[in-house]
């Protein structure tokens, strides 16, 4: 990496002019952020005055034609970008009638960004305080100059760049300074985030938001493209672009490494390649892939996929998958040809919080452990973890999550790696049907809809994870109590709020029966017993003991997972539970009861059609196998 104290060279220094910025206004804020060492800032009109050109408009174009192009020899010669203010000094009356006083393309030539404001500096921040555009007589002569720009830019593949939003590359640095600090620069971003959300959302409800780099696959997006980008750039040229992010944005290389990754670094067919190549790698998990479609059926739901990297690889993936082009699907960020924000982790937090207060919507963030700033602002969350991770890794990790205020749940998906068998991946189907069957706060099927007659769907979405019995010996008793404490606190809400429809009026305090299948998994029921505050759980047995004695003072049963690998035993053991008492509530807190092939799940829907009580099945999306 390049010596920050040391200034980092190329032989293509940018060389970034900004329009209409007044008297100099950007440069005084350059000088504060910026150091010598590392730039030139160049006040054109100051320059003029101490070469003593004369004000009229034909001499200051003599003057410019022959400086700029000597001027561009010298920054080559030393290898350091330049910042360039006031480069154009005459008027726009002047400037209308004789587009030669604005730019020739020998004057252009020297530069690599123009950066035209559509206000004067003294006017940016009455502007972002009202966003609407005033009502400025000049504006349609402003618009000619500016369409003329524009051409002149794209014929002599100058980038062109208008208003702070748009800013790419080097020319980001120059915006970023007309902010004072951090919050600003947020509500900046706010602003321009009203952009994309030009489509209707008066039909939405509920918004899913994710990180698509962090969660959607398991391809680094960022290192694939990196590579692709350093077979045509040199070492020089990319510590240039590391030191000017590291200095200038003040922001992580990776958070803001996108901005070097535009059409203005390389060229375009070999941006698209480039871009094509990443994309024919990145898969999609197919868990996400049948949500998305899941989602994408629902008239309340729009989706918002947020990128930090190049745009066009996940155009050409959401493409290929059939999920892009339409309206309730927004794929937010990274780049598009020339005019589009910068996305970044600082701005995704704005945007969920954007959906939530201003548009009204209920708002499911999906991140990575990184995204703990855009997850915390979501009404909930969930985190994709790493299975490859230790277990005490995960469980830190959440922990982490949750210590942090964020109301969020686990999705355990395995990253595409060797040691990753295909049996610890879930199923398709049970991440499609689980996660979109809940009716708690995440509402992806509308209220309206109703589950199956015979099935009752309890949300666990609250719920970090339900602790198993294998992990119960080497974790924390407290943390397992207080999960199971709060599992049983949703069963028996549910249950007294008569959920189940069971035709019977529960009681105030329902006893419960837990019934496990193995040793940890009795102790581990045992061990909570009473830890509610107000006690309710009777008894926990293991399933070759009940009898009908067990059985007389009980007013629900809950069985784990574990009695429902035992085989044949299901529909007898259920059947014996309903000889003795044919109104008993029997939940099965287990979120592949109905979702997993391994599992006899016909016999369980056989005794819902053929008995006259419901099954409730608790669902948490993504818990780890417990109870095994």
Same mark, same amino acid.
């Given at each position: 990496?390049?010596?920050?104290?040391?200034?980092?060279?190329?032989?293509?220094?940018?060389?970034?002019?900004?329009?209409?910025?007044?008297?100099?206004?950007?440069?005084?804020?350059?000088?504060?952020?910026?150091?010598?060492?590392?730039?030139?800032?160049?006040?054109?009109?100051?320059?003029?005055?101490?070469?003593?050109?004369?004000?009229?408009?034909?001499?200051?174009?003599?003057?410019?034609?022959?400086?700029?192009?000597?001027?561009?020899?010298?920054?080559?010669?030393?290898?350091?970008?330049?910042?360039?203010?006031?480069?154009?000094?005459?008027?726009?009356?002047?400037?209308?009638?004789?587009?030669?006083?604005?730019?020739?393309?020998?004057?252009?030539?020297?530069?690599?960004?123009?950066?035209?404001?559509?206000?004067?500096?003294?006017?940016?921040?009455?502007?972002?305080?009202?966003?609407?555009?005033?009502?400025?007589?000049?504006?349609?002569?402003?618009?000619?100059?500016?369409?003329?720009?524009?051409?002149?830019?794209?014929?002599?593949? /100058?980038?062109?760049?208008?208003?702070?939003?748009?800013?790419?590359?080097?020319?980001?640095?120059?915006?970023?300074?007309?902010?004072?600090?951090?919050?600003?620069?947020?509500?900046?971003?706010?602003?321009?985030?009203?952009?994309?959300?030009?489509?209707?959302?008066?039909?939405?409800?509920?918004?899913?938001?994710?990180?698509?780099?962090?969660?959607?696959?398991?391809?680094?997006?960022?290192?694939?493209?990196?590579?692709?980008?350093?077979?045509?750039?040199?070492?020089?040229?990319?510590?240039?672009?590391?030191?000017?992010?590291?200095?200038?944005?003040?922001?992580?290389?990776?958070?803001?490494?996108?901005? /070097?990754?535009?059409?203005?670094?390389?060229?375009?067919?070999?941006?698209?390649?480039?871009?094509?190549?990443?994309?024919?790698?990145?898969?999609?998990?197919?868990?996400?892939?049948?949500?998305?479609?899941?989602?994408?059926?629902?008239?309340?739901?729009?989706?918002?996929?947020?990128?930090?990297?190049?745009?066009?690889?996940?155009?050409?993936?959401?493409?290929?998958?059939?999920?892009?082009?339409?309206?309730?699907?927004?794929?937010?960020?990274?780049?598009?040809?020339?005019?589009?924000?910068?996305?970044?982790?600082?701005?995704?937090? /704005?945007?969920?919080?954007?959906?939530?207060?201003?548009?009204?919507?209920?708002?499911?963030?999906?991140?990575?452990?990184?995204?703990?700033?855009?997850?915390?602002?979501?009404?909930?969350?969930?985190?994709?973890?790493?299975?490859?991770?230790?277990?005490?890794?995960?469980?830190?990790?959440?922990?982490?999550?949750?210590?942090?205020?964020?109301?969020?749940?686990?999705?355990?998906?395995?990253?595409?790696?060797?040691?990753?068998?295909?049996?610890?991946?879930?199923?398709?189907?049970?991440?499609?049907?689980?996660?979109?069957?809940?009716?708690?706060?995440?509402?992806?099927?509308?209220?309206?809809?109703?589950?199956?007659?015979?099935?009752?769907?309890?949300?666990?979405?609250?719920?970090?994870?339900?602790?198993?019995?294998?992990?119960?010996?080497?974790?924390?008793?407290?943390?397992?109590?207080?999960?199971?404490?709060?599992?049983?606190?949703?069963?028996?809400?549910?249950?007294?709020?008569?959920?189940?429809?069971?035709?019977?009026?529960?009681?105030?305090?329902?006893?419960?029966?837990?019934?496990?299948?193995?040793?940890?998994?009795?102790?581990?029921?045992?061990?909570?017993?009473?830890?509610?505050?107000?006690?309710?759980?009777?008894?926990?047995?293991?399933?070759?003991?009940?009898?009908?004695?067990?059985?007389?003072?009980?007013?629900?049963?809950?069985?784990?997972?574990?009695?429902?690998?035992?085989?044949?035993?299901?529909?007898?053991?259920?059947?014996?539970?309903?000889?003795?008492?044919?109104?008993?509530?029997?939940?099965?807190?287990?979120?592949?009861?109905?979702?997993?092939?391994?599992?006899?799940?016909?016999?369980?829907?056989?005794?819902?059609?053929?008995?006259?009580?419901?099954?409730?099945?608790?669902?948490?999306?993504? /818990?780890?196998?417990?109870?095994?």
């Amino acid at each position: 990496m390049a010596d920050q104290n040391s200034p980092a060279r190329t032989s293509s220094p940018a060389i970034v002019g900004i329009y209409g910025c007044g008297e100099s206004a950007v440069l005084d804020l350059l000088r504060v952020e910026c150091d010598s060492r590392f730039f030139f800032l160049i006040d054109s009109l100051q320059e003029m005055s101490n070469s003593r050109v004369p004000a009229e408009a034909a001499a200051q174009f003599h003057y410019r034609e022959n400086f700029w192009p000597e001027f561009k020899k010298g920054c080559q010669g030393t290898g350091i970008p330049a910042v360039v203010t006031s480069f154009y000094t005459a008027g726009i009356d002047e400037c209308i009638d004789s587009t030669n006083l604005m730019l020739t393309a020998t004057e252009l030539m020297a530069f690599t960004h123009i950066v035209y404001l559509d206000q004067p500096v003294t006017e940016i921040q009455e502007l972002l305080d009202d966003p609407m555009v005033p009502d400025d007589p000049l504006l349609e002569r402003r618009e000619k100059e500016k369409a003329h720009l524009r051409r002149l830019c794209h014929d002599n593949q /100058v980038t062109f760049v208008v208003s702070p939003h748009e800013a790419p590359i080097s020319a980001k640095m120059i915006m970023t300074f007309l902010f004072e600090n951090e919050e600003t620069n947020r509500q900046v971003a706010k602003i321009a985030l009203d952009i994309p959300f030009l489509l209707d959302l008066d039909k939405a409800e509920t918004a899913l938001v994710f990180n698509a780099d962090s969660v959607l696959t398991s391809i680094d997006i960022e290192t694939a493209f990196q590579k692709g980008l350093c077979a045509y750039r040199s070492g020089s040229e990319n510590l240039l672009h590391r030191h000017i992010l590291s200095h200038l944005w003040a922001q992580p290389y990776l958070a803001c490494c996108q901005r /070097v990754m535009r059409r203005g670094e390389v060229g375009i067919k070999v941006y698209e390649e480039i871009c094509k190549s990443v994309a024919d790698r990145v898969l999609i998990h197919p868990e996400f892939q049948s949500f998305l479609e899941k989602a994408l059926e629902k008239n309340h739901i729009c989706v918002f996929l947020l990128t930090s990297r190049p745009r066009l690889i996940w155009d050409i993936v959401l493409e290929r998958k059939k999920l892009g082009g339409g309206v309730k699907l927004q794929l937010m960020g990274g780049d598009h040809i020339f005019d589009d924000f910068i996305m970044t982790p600082e701005m995704m937090p /704005v945007l969920v919080r954007h959906l939530r207060t201003t548009k009204n919507l209920k708002v499911w963030a999906f991140g990575g452990l990184r995204d703990q700033d855009m997850m915390r602002e979501a009404h909930a969350a969930m985190v994709l973890l790493d299975m490859s991770l230790s277990l005490n890794a995960q469980k830190n990790a959440m922990k982490a999550v949750i210590d942090g205020g964020i109301p969020a749940s686990p999705i355990k998906i395995p990253r595409l790696s060797t040691h990753m068998t295909p049996g610890n991946n879930m199923t398709t189907q049970f991440f499609k049907d689980c996660v979109l069957s809940l009716p708690g706060r995440l509402q992806v099927f509308h209220p309206n809809d109703k589950a199956p007659a015979n099935q009752i769907l309890i949300s666990g979405a609250e719920t970090p994870s339900l602790p198993s019995s294998s992990d119960y010996q080497g974790a924390s008793k407290e943390a397992a109590r207080y999960l199971w404490d709060h599992i049983m606190r949703k069963i028996i809400e549910a249950y007294q709020n008569e959920s189940f429809d069971m035709g019977v009026v529960p009681p105030a305090e329902p006893r419960i029966l837990i019934v496990a299948t193995t040793k940890e998994g009795r102790r581990m029921a045992d061990d909570i017993k009473g830890t509610l505050s107000d006690p309710t759980i009777h008894e926990a047995m293991m399933a070759r003991d009940i009898s009908k004695s067990h059985l007389a003072d009980i007013d629900m049963v809950v069985l784990t997972r574990g009695i429902l690998h035992s085989g044949s035993n299901i529909p007898n053991f259920v059947h014996r539970i309903l000889c003795i008492n044919p109104t008993m509530p029997i939940i099965v807190a287990a979120e592949k009861a109905f979702y997993n092939a391994t599992v006899p799940c016909s016999d369980i829907r056989a005794l819902c059609e053929t008995t006259s009580i419901k099954i409730a099945t608790l669902n948490f999306a993504g /818990v780890p196998n417990y109870d095994q």
